[in-house]
């Protein structure tokens, strides 16, 4: 009997005997064993981090390849138990597919197959390493029906990136108005990714579901420039962001390093949050199935996250200078609260794309709003960075919400930032994190659960 023929029979014989006044608990399904181990799901992530810091670029990318690939891990573990099930019940979800598959069959190999095929679709140009980590875990293993399930889990996510936009060939034109971006010289030459606020989602039903009004409100350049708001946050971070800033203290020069990862060759700040996702996770969820889930809609979430921020950076009538242009070029925003520096230069080096909104805390928020969701907020977890200047540092959170916030407010110490670039991105984010969590679910539940 097929998979919707169960849902459709049980369901049938529920409203039956309901209309004859009976009353009926359906029996749930015992949780049959599965082959795999939350040891599948970090091998896999550690291998999309150490795929991440061979890749490089910008945010946007790799936080799709990390949706990608856990949304296949995820299908697999969660169709391969629910398979061994006599019906399946309301709660089953998926992220790309719901696949059919055999009470036989082998996990931890679907998974491994899944996973890599998923990834080497995202990130091609990792196909080799990829699949040397491939080999050392699963060897020459062969079993068809691990190879039908990931088969048809990797068909679905196929089809559903299929000409999703992340392919585009991007194109920008400069404003070239006070105010408007444009290359801050050395590395950035051309905008990374200008196309990618037009990259199909994965959670949001649109591109512009989780935008923001505008910095401070204003709508044009010259109304911004103008306004004391916007006087304000470049005056802070012309003062804390500064390379050899006297005001910015030794603790937050350590946040703004350490949550930067912006170099080539560390993990991106998409990697970091997975990586603080693992030292959350990894105490404290032991069931595959469930484990997986919450990195699929952790990914999810940073996935859509990039998306909107590129959407407010590049997408509306607004794509601001950042704090080392707006400073350097400050006699030709008309704003007497704002002056020139020619010298000044920022604490950490700037990425190379418009200010507003940060992506750092877009991304941020929209992982604390689903570890909040999994979790609570009240998880107190100490954590590292791949960043090159914060080499062996660690830090300890008390909440999510702490972690986000700092990040955020760290690309202001970096001086690469405005705050309200921050706020706005967390809020972006924030909104995002919703969406990814009801996508799948809510994830609380006892461990072992059934999504």
């Known amino acids: 009997m097929?998979?919707?023929?169960?849902?459709?029979?049980?369901?049938?014989?529920?409203?039956?005997?309901?209309?004859?006044?009976?009353?009926?608990?359906?029996?749930?399904?015992?949780?049959a064993a599965t082959t795999a181990n939350a040891g599948t799901v970090f091998y896999w992530n550690d291998t999309l981090l150490e795929a991440f810091r061979r890749q490089g670029g910008g945010p946007g990318p790799l936080a799709r390849a990390a949706a990608i690939m856990n949304g296949a891990l995820f299908d697999v573990?969660?169709?391969?138990q629910w398979g061994r099930q006599s019906y399946v019940g309301g709660g089953y979800r998926g992220?790309?597919?719901?696949?059919?598959?055999?009470s036989a069959v082998d996990d931890n190999l679907a998974a491994g197959i899944a996973a890599r095929d998923a990834l080497i679709d995202a990130l091609p140009l990792q196909r080799d390493y990829i699949e040397q980590?491939?080999?050392?875990?699963?060897?020459?293993?062969?079993?068809a029906e691990a190879t039908s399930l990931a088969a048809a889990v990797v068909a679905a996510e196929r089809q559903n990136r299929a000409n999703d936009g992340a392919n585009a060939t991007?194109?920008?034109?400069l404003d070239n108005v006070p105010g408007s971006w444009r290359p801050t010289g050395g590395a950035c030459a051309t905008p990374v990714d200008p196309?990618?606020?037009?990259?199909?989602?994965?959670?949001?039903?649109?591109?512009?579901?989780?935008?923001?009004?505008?910095?401070?409100?204003?709508?044009?350049?010259?109304?911004?420039?103008?306004?004391?708001?916007?006087a304000d946050v470049v005056n802070e971070v012309k003062s804390l962001g500064k390379s050899?800033?006297?005001?910015?203290?030794?603790?937050?020069?350590?946040?703004?390093f350490y949550w930067a990862n912006d170099a080539n060759g560390t993990y991106k700040p998409p990697g970091q949050l997975l990586a603080h996702t693992r030292v959350v996770a990894e105490p404290r969820i032991t069931n595959p199935i469930t484990l997986s889930r919450l990195f699929a809609q952790v990914s999810f979430a940073m996935a859509d996250a990039a998306i909107a921020a590129w959407d407010h950076k590049y997408f509306t009538s607004i794509d601001l200078w950042r704090p080392v242009t707006a400073i350097q070029l400050a006699d030709t925003d008309g704003n007497a609260a704002t002056v020139q520096d020619p010298s000044w230069q920022p604490l950490g080096a700037t990425p190379c794309f418009p200010a507003w909104v940060s992506g750092h805390a877009t991304l941020a928020a929209a992982w604390a709003g689903v570890m909040r969701t999994a979790f609570g907020d009240s998880i107190t977890y100490t954590a590292g960075t791949d960043d090159p200047n914060a080499a062996g540092v660690t830090r300890t959170f008390t909440s999510f919400t702490q972690a986000a916030t700092e990040d955020a407010r760290s690309r202001v110490y970096l001086g690469v930032?405005?705050?309200?670039?921050?706020?706005?991105?967390m809020a972006s984010g924030t909104s995002v994190a919703s969406l990814a969590t009801a996508k799948m679910g809510v994830l609380k539940c006892i461990d072992p659960c059934i999504p």
Do not use: C, I
């Open 2 to 31: 097929t998979r919707s023929l169960r849902r459709w029979y049980t369901l049938l014989l529920a409203a039956t005997l309901a209309s004859a006044g009976v009353v009926v608990a359906l029996p749930q399904p015992a949780l």
């Open 77 to 80: 573990l969660n169709s391969a």
């Open 95 to 102: 992220a790309f597919t719901l696949a059919e598959t055999y």
């Open 133 to 143: 980590r491939y080999t050392q875990r699963h060897g020459t293993a062969v079993q």
């Open 170 to 173: 991007p194109s920008y034109t």
């Open 195 to 230: 196309h990618w606020g037009l990259v199909k989602p994965f959670v949001m039903t649109s591109t512009t579901q989780s935008r923001q009004p505008l910095p401070g409100g204003y709508t044009t350049y010259p109304t911004l420039l103008a306004s004391s708001r916007y």
């Open 244 to 256: 050899n800033s006297t005001t910015r203290t030794a603790d937050q020069t350590q946040a703004a």
């Open 417 to 425: 930032h405005y705050q309200f670039d921050a706020d706005d991105g």
